[in-house]
């Protein structure tokens, strides 16, 4: 819903993090970090599994609009037209080597079929078990 930030005064957020503080696309949040505190326009929601949800992300001028020399360790791309996805990421790591981590939409996808084959398996195994203690009384 909505559409990405293009520029450095907005921002998206999670639906989870827009229902904690009862905001909506097109409200002004502020946001503060270290010292400085700026004012954000919401321009959209996205999904995003980490921290519960409770997030939210800007452009790179925002963080710098907050604090100029921080380090930025993590960068987030959405690609319009992921036909090429992987000469993408094959040309990262190419010129970053070993400097770079890359995850996939495939990959977190692929995390959570994991956690719902064992979320499937935990509730089979319960009713086992109170199926065999069915038994026994």
Do not use: C, H, W
């Not at 957020?13 to 827009?18: D, I, S």
């Not at 996805?85 to 070993?98: A, M, P, R, S, T």
């Amino acid at each position: 819903k909505g559409v990405a930030p293009n520029t450095a005064d907005e921002i998206i957020v999670t639906e989870v993090f827009a229902e904690a503080y009862a905001v909506e696309i097109g409200d002004t949040v502020e946001v503060s970090y270290n010292d400085t505190t700026k004012d954000f326009t919401i321009t959209g929601f996205y999904q995003s599994v980490g921290k519960a949800g409770m997030q939210f992300s800007m452009l790179v001028s925002g963080l710098r609009s907050l604090s100029p020399d921080e380090e930025i360790t993590v960068y987030d791309y959405v690609l319009k037209d992921n036909s090429n996805v992987n000469d993408i990421v094959e040309k990262l790591k190419d010129k970053y080597d070993d400097k770079i981590e890359i995850t996939t939409l495939k990959d977190v996808l692929g995390v959570i079929d994991t956690i719902s084959s064992l979320s499937m398996l935990i509730v089979m195994l319960v009713y086992t078990i109170s199926e065999f203690l069915f038994l026994l009384l």
